[in-house]
């Protein structure tokens, strides 16, 4: 256990992603996975408004299309239909769920797109904690990537209404949208960001939540003093070590390189099946590829053909994507894009 007592590699960790991380962020909490680091993020936000005399303030607002894991709490602020509330009524909490924003990055900004969130804040405001979302990329619940001017105006509103802002960088930390988090796209500190998957560079199972001095301090000069969490294996020291391997390796820089190389393949190699009659979509973000087709795919046997051309790929709905890992070769990566290609175009 971790209670009561600390090492070395929890330490060494605790200050890369303190160096790593945007400016602000300097307090971190260990959990074992990232639906955890989700779980500990929201009750963070809930004693903080507590810590502040708040007391109906236990709510979260998020935008549709989101996903931040599969444990109760975080699935109570994934999209509705994709993550089937329905299964799950009575048992979930309820929350506040807006349209999510439809300029992508290469868009001009509609302002209109935060009128939803100044109006849920502005009428709500008393019986919200946060604000939860994947900045720039939502990932699993349907690969899309939106405007950074989006979640600029989402920070600003969040201090206007006393409402904090928690990035959820599960899957986009760490270099994979071209910068070390997606966050910086826009500029922002969020007061609380969860990490996870490429934490140990995939090899061993660790998350992190971390927050603002602010939000550390107000929880723990609070009544209940502590942060009412404690999973028995936070800030396990192998995985931890794993991470700090990995956090070495990322302070090389080389990732920079690796990502922007990607991104150029996936662009060049994807972009003849935008002509093709069945893709509706193809999008590229940082070390991210996405194909999306006009119909649901039948994913047993279109594995089966990734498979038999060489290549695993995993798609799910209409989507066939892509996240190489940063140290695939060139090569490698055009003969994944090549194999993936061949199949979706006999579609
Ligand atoms: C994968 C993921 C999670 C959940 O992490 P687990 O380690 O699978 O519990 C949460 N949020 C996002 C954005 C993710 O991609």
Request: proline fraction near 5%.
């Amino acid at each position: 256990m971790f209670g009561g007592l600390t090492h070395e590699p929890a330490i060494n960790l605790a200050k890369h992603l303190v160096d790593l991380t945007p400016e602000g962020l300097d307090r971190v909490f260990l959990a074992d996975s990232g639906s955890v680091s989700v779980e500990v993020a929201l009750k963070m936000a809930i004693q903080y408004q507590l810590g502040k005399g708040h007391l109906g303030k236990n709510k979260f607002v998020t935008i549709k299309n989101g996903y931040h894991g599969d444990t109760f709490g975080a699935m109570a602020v994934c999209d509705p239909v994709n993550s089937m509330h329905s299964l799950y009524a009575g048992m979930l909490p309820e929350n506040f769920f807006i349209e999510a924003p439809v300029s992508t990055p290469n868009d001009e900004f509609n302002p209109k797109e935060l009128e939803e969130l100044e109006d849920t804040l502005a009428c709500r405001s008393d019986t919200i904690a946060a604000f939860i979302l994947e900045p720039i990329v939502q990932g699993a619940g349907g690969m899309r990537f939106y405007h950074p001017e989006f979640l600029q105006g989402a920070k600003l509103i969040c201090e206007k209404y006393d409402v904090l802002l928690i990035a959820d960088e599960i899957a986009t930390g760490f270099g994979r949208t071209g910068k070390m988090f997606a966050c910086e796209h826009a500029e922002i500190t969020p007061d609380i960001l969860c990490v996870g998957k490429a934490i140990t560079g995939g090899y061993m199972t660790l998350a992190a939540t971390i927050c603002t001095s602010n939000v550390a301090t107000t929880i723990s000069e609070s009544r209940a003093g502590v942060l009412m969490h404690g999973p028995t294996f936070m800030g396990n020291p192998l995985a931890c070590a794993a991470a700090n391997a990995s956090m070495e390796l990322l302070k090389t820089g080389q990732w920079e390189d690796q990502v922007k190389n990607i991104e150029l393949i996936l662009k060049q190699e994807l972009k003849p099946a935008s002509n093709w009659q069945r893709v509706t979509n193809v999008r590229v973000f940082g070390a991210i590829g996405v194909i999306e087709m006009s119909e649901n795919v039948d994913v047993p046997s279109i594995q089966k053909q990734f498979v038999a051309n060489g290549v695993w790929v995993r798609p799910f709905g209409k989507l066939i994507y892509v996240m190489p890992p940063f140290v695939i070769t060139t090569n490698e990566l055009k003969q994944l894009i090549h194999g993936m290609l061949k199949v979706v175009k006999s579609l």
